[in-house]
């Protein structure tokens, strides 16, 4: 079953123009992570926020987290074509256990 | 450092038949996983190893799915036999099994793509 729930699925904005994406999950987490994937290849991981903690920042990257409405943000500012790709979230639900639990994506399209 | 390498990177093959997917992680990386990911969807687990023991193995069907890793480096997964809804994309992942949740990221593979028809 999903945990994670990423809103909007789909997702075109202008080049430069900042981009945010929502994911919501069901159960408490020992982390939550965001990960990239560009079309046919593999997932790229961006940044992970742990649960006592409200926000992260890694370069363009910047994420949110609110355990108490089982939420978080991943927003991108000064979009580029090249960030053109799927955005997911994934859960970490067990401390140690490393298992993720991934939502079904946010589709980003960057237009030049 | 090399990243997750799998082999092939396509397969087709047709319902009831058999096939194997190959995977070799990153050098030192303890905790191998496979993913389904069907179109539209993101990952979902199917087994995770640590060295060469199962950790998780709850949603593998294991009716028609199998996976070792026998020295703890190398997994092979295998489908036998094929149905329609396998077509998907295979993805392994590794990560290191010790210290800080950061330490522990998974790295990905590119994947394959198999298509049953």
């Known amino acids: 079953s999903q945990q994670g729930e990423e809103d909007p699925q789909a997702l075109s904005i202008q080049e430069g123009e900042n981009a945010t994406m929502n994911c919501s999950y069901k159960t408490s987490i020992n982390n939550l992570q965001w990960y990239r994937q560009n079309s046919g290849r593999g997932l790229v991981h961006l940044i992970l926020?742990?649960?006592?903690?409200r926000e992260k920042h890694s370069g363009r990257l910047r994420v949110t987290l609110d355990t108490s409405k089982k939420s978080s943000s991943l927003l991108i500012t000064a979009s580029r074509a090249a960030d053109t790709a799927s955005y997911f979230c994934?859960?970490?639900?067990?401390?140690?256990?490393?298992?993720?639990?991934f939502g079904q994506g946010t589709r980003l399209t960057i237009n030049p | 450092e090399a990243g997750v390498a799998q082999s092939p990177r396509y397969k087709i093959i047709e319902k009831r038949q058999s096939v194997a997917f190959w995977c070799n992680p990153i050098s030192g990386h303890a905790t191998l996983y496979w993913y389904q990911q069907i179109l539209g969807q993101g990952p979902k687990l199917l087994i995770q190893f640590q060295n060469n023991g199962v950790v998780d193995d709850s949603q593998l069907p294991k009716d028609r799915f199998s996976a070792e890793r026998l020295k703890g480096v190398d997994s092979t997964l295998k489908i036998q036999p094929a149905k329609l809804e396998d077509s998907a994309v295979y993805l392994c992942?590794?990560?290191?099994?010790?210290?800080?949740?950061?330490?522990?990221?998974?790295?990905f593979g590119p994947g394959t793509r198999l298509l049953v028809l």
């Open positions: 994934a859960t970490d639900l067990i401390q140690g256990a490393q298992k993720l639990v």
């Open positions: 926020i742990r649960s006592n903690e």
């Open positions: 992942a590794s990560s290191q099994s010790r210290g800080t949740s950061e330490r522990k990221t998974q790295y």
